[in-house]
């Protein structure tokens, strides 16, 4: 799963920033709906709970885009097979 590594070690820095805050803001909506949906609120939580809470959320969001793009590889390669290519 180093596809997404390797993509982003390519890429223009600009385009890993914009990555890196979508994938935050993403991560942040998240914890925020948890917290709700347990019926708290963010002030019951110490900075390094949410902190942990959030790097938890990204982890999952890049694993979600990592399987996302190893799906999209395979659909392609399937498409080329398929195909005849």
Do not use: C, F, W
Request: charged fraction near 40%; glycine fraction near 6%; hydrophobic fraction near 40%.
């Amino acid at each position: 799963m180093a596809l997404l590594t390797d993509l982003l070690k390519k890429a223009p820095q600009s385009i890993k920033d914009k990555y890196k805050i979508k994938i935050r803001e993403k991560a942040i909506e998240r914890v925020k709906e948890k917290i709700i949906k347990h019926n708290k609120k963010i002030e019951d939580y110490s900075d390094e709970e949410m902190e942990a809470m959030i790097a938890e959320a990204e982890s999952g969001l890049n694993d979600d885009v990592k399987k996302g793009l190893l799906t999209a590889l395979l659909v392609a390669a399937g498409i080329e097979i398929i195909a005849g290519g």
